[in-house]
């Protein structure tokens, strides 16, 4: 018997479950813990004096994380992964039908599993701590809620209000929980069990029935709305939406035992699909990249934190090491500039407490830990500093020869440069041991990849700490060898340039964007050409053009568009025309800038080829150069930090499928 639940009995007849795994800083639901929480129910089920029972967890951030999908990714038996199903509907099922009232108490993430096993409760009260987050992401495993979920949260909250958590796999924070009726009561985590125990005396709860979400017009009604809403969020790519969509309207107004049923079938389907399994394997990826390690000694923590540059990424990461609680020092020459990058992170906090991402309280005590100045100030105690300047070597060499001066021993030197080398700029300063690239991408507070670069003479406990320092803010890093472009912008810049070839090719910039977003791209390319701005990218291909060559050529049209002021979205005009309703039209400006008519009404197959083939060569190259370790970090960083679609594992699954099957 494992030992991952604790039970005992308080002074009022009262049960506490005490959800609290052992070597681990998480709960989860394994085989051995649904037997122990069996067995628990044994024992409450026998007791005829117990007044109610109180499920808690004593840790940290969790309250149970969920599953575990380790497995759930091992087993490929239909029958042992229904049974897997089985024992989590029939273990909460016990729960639901206990003849006294239960209380799920949530502190921190309640998850999948952890969402249901609540739902199996009568009562629910959440911590209002920012910490507490409940939800059913399995669809963005390739999988939908199937220990009783699909069928409880409908009836709990109303089919609308349910689907719209289950089909996005949103995470629900502890305040529009109790709007939305998932949580009864919000209360400080400390009087959990007093307050659970006031639910505890009003009985069994009588709640309302969502008539209107149950009867068949009105299903019919949502399902001719969501569907459609489905196939342009994914292109027909992920079935598990639509699969929970349809278990959710039919399990809604069945009876328990059909509607374990459904959730079975549909689980047992959907585990067996290529898009679960990459997207599964896309979920270790992220766990290895929150663990990863490079050295094996202890390095010091950083709480202080410098930026240098406030334009649009100085200010992004400012807010985002503020937010996650570092004391950050901004700096910028210009007043003006700090003005407006202080505006850009007061515009962030404000947006984050409407989301419910933090409480006002919380986004004004991050804004305080921000110091703006336009003045030189001391940074001998500050333990990171990170520049952020313009992309060009001359101005970032001069940066760093002013913070090699200026900072402590011990400070760690980063740029947050997109492509210039790490090594040359280290060369500036006294001690190029202590100098890293920590690439952040735009927008720093939406954007989940961060490049931790290392230069040739990067000390391994100087990577650690940058390491170390990206994952204590909650971003995902890859380690990335010092080389031009690193490794996202490497792999993309060339796909995003022969979008531009096709287009001067007389191809339809329609026809080019389609075939990328049929292949599951979250932008056409064109499209995120203007959205970066004409000016960024000619900037960023002159850069690629000059050093890779022949291999990397610029577009002309990139020249002629910023010739003509058609900067993309920034300007109203680039490759489309902004600013109407509607999905962006072709600009008849652009295309003036159509050189031959060698790709007009080129397929769709033709140019997904073209484009798609750059980035696979790309990836095959930066894997034989050594830029990273492997090809899972290849695929991990371009769909974190290049949108590549998820569905299909990343460059180095495609080219795998390529090489196996032709297609």
Do not use: W
């Given at each position: 018997m494992s030992h991952h639940i604790q039970y005992s009995l308080n002074e009022d007849r009262v049960g506490i479950l005490n959800f609290d795994r052992e070597g681990s800083s998480a709960n989860i639901f394994d085989h051995d813990t649904l037997e122990e929480l069996a067995t628990h129910l044994d024992t409450i089920e026998a007791d005829t004096e117990l007044r109610g029972l109180v499920l808690v967890s004593a840790k940290e951030k969790i309250f149970i994380a969920g599953a575990d999908i380790n497995a759930f990714s091992r087993v490929e038996d239909p029958e042992a992964l229904r049974e897997i199903a089985r024992a989590g509907q029939e273990t909460f099922a016990r729960i639901s039908d206990l003849k006294i009232p239960t209380v799920a108490a949530i502190h921190g993430q309640a998850l999948g599993g952890g969402c249901e096993i609540a739902l199996a409760c009568d009562y629910r009260l959440a911590s209002d701590s920012r910490d507490t987050k409940i939800g059913l992401p399995e669809v963005t495993l390739g999988i939908l809620p199937a220990w009783g979920g699909s069928?409880?949260?409908?009836?709990?909250?109303?089919?609308?209000?349910?689907?719209?958590?289950?089909?996005?796999?949103?995470?629900?924070?502890?305040?529009?929980?109790?709007?939305?009726?998932?949580?009864?009561?919000?209360?400080?985590?400390?009087?959990?069990?007093?307050?659970a125990t006031e639910w505890i005396g009003k009985g069994k709860p009588q709640r309302k029935r969502h008539w209107k979400t149950r009867n068949p017009l009105a299903k019919m009604i949502i399902r001719s709305r969501v569907r459609p809403m489905l196939q342009k969020k994914t292109n027909g790519h992920y079935p598990a939406p639509f699969k929970a969509l349809e278990v959710c309207l039919k399990a809604v107004s069945a009876d328990r035992a059909t509607a374990f049923k459904l959730e079975q079938d549909a689980l047992v389907?959907?585990?067996?699909?290529?898009?679960?399994?990459?997207?599964?394997?896309?979920?270790?990826?992220?766990?290895?990249?929150?663990?990863?390690?490079?050295?094996?000694?202890?390095?010091?923590?950083?709480?202080?934190?410098?930026?240098?540059?406030?334009?649009?990424?100085?200010?992004?990461?400012?807010q985002w090491s503020a937010a996650r609680g570092n004391r950050v020092i901004l700096k910028d020459i210009n007043?003006?500039?700090?003005?407006?990058?202080?505006?850009?992170?007061?515009?962030?906090?404000?947006?984050?407490?409407?989301?419910?991402?933090?409480?006002?309280?919380?986004?004004?005590?991050?804004?305080?830990?921000?110091?703006?100045t336009a003045v030189e100030v001391p940074f001998k105690d500050v333990d990171l500093i990170i520049e952020a300047a313009t992309e060009n070597m001359d101005l970032k060499k001069k940066i760093f020869a002013g913070l090699d001066a200026a900072a402590g021993p011990d400070t760690v030197l980063a740029t947050n440069t997109s492509a210039l080398s790490i090594t040359e700029l280290a060369e500036t300063t006294s001690d190029p041991g202590r100098v890293v690239g920590i690439h952040y991408f735009n927008p720093v507070h939406k954007m989940q990849l961060v490049e931790?670069?290392?230069?040739?003479?990067?000390?391994?406990?100087?990577?650690?700490?940058?390491?170390?320092?990206?994952?204590?803010?909650?971003?995902?890093?890859?380690?990335?060898?010092?080389?031009?472009?690193?490794?996202?912008?490497?792999?993309?810049?060339?796909?995003?340039?022969?979008a531009g070839a096709l287009f001067e090719a007389g191809a339809d910039p329609k026809a080019i964007d389609g075939a990328m977003l049929d292949f599951g791209m979250p932008m056409g390319p064109l499209r995120l050409i203007d959205e970066v701005g004409i000016d960024v990218a000619h900037h960023v291909a002159t850069f690629f053009a000059e050093t890779f060559g022949d291999r990397m050529p610029m577009p002309e049209s990139l020249n002629q568009l910023l010739e003509a002021g058609l900067l993309g979205r920034k300007s109203g005009k680039g490759f489309f025309l902004y600013g109407g309703k509607g999905d962006p039209q072709v600009n008849p400006e652009a295309l003036a800038f159509v050189r031959t008519a060698e790709h007009r009404g080129a397929s769709r197959e033709l140019l997904?080829?073209?484009?798609?083939?750059?980035?696979?060569?790309?990836?095959?190259?930066?894997?034989?150069?050594?830029?990273v370790e492997s090809a899972d970090d290849i695929d991990f960083a371009m769909i974190f930090g290049a949108g590549f679609a998820p569905f299909r594992g990343g460059p180095m699954q495609v080219d795998k499928q390529v090489e196996r099957t032709g297609t």
């Open positions: 069928y409880r949260l409908p009836r709990l909250i109303g089919l609308p209000n349910a689907l719209d958590m289950i089909l996005a796999g949103k995470r629900v924070a502890a305040y529009p929980a109790k709007k939305k009726g998932l949580v009864d009561q919000l209360c400080p985590r400390e009087h959990f069990i007093r307050i389907e959907l585990l067996l699909t290529d898009v679960c399994q990459h997207l599964v394997r896309l979920f270790f990826l992220q766990e290895r990249a929150r663990k990863i390690s490079v050295y094996e000694g202890d390095v010091a923590p950083t709480d202080t934190v410098g930026v240098i540059g406030a334009g649009v990424m100085g200010a992004g990461i400012a007043p003006e500039a700090l003005q407006k990058g202080m505006a850009a992170i007061g515009k962030v906090f404000t947006g984050a407490v409407k989301r419910h991402v933090f409480t006002r309280t919380e986004a004004q005590a991050a804004l305080d830990r921000i110091f703006p931790v670069v290392r230069g040739r003479q990067t000390r391994p406990e100087v990577l650690q700490r940058a390491l170390a320092f990206v994952q204590q803010s909650g971003k995902l890093p890859v380690v990335v060898n010092d080389s031009p472009g690193f490794l996202v912008n490497r792999i993309l810049i060339p796909y995003l340039m022969e997904e080829e073209r484009m798609l083939n750059k980035m696979l060569v790309e990836s095959r190259m930066c894997l034989e150069e050594g830029v």
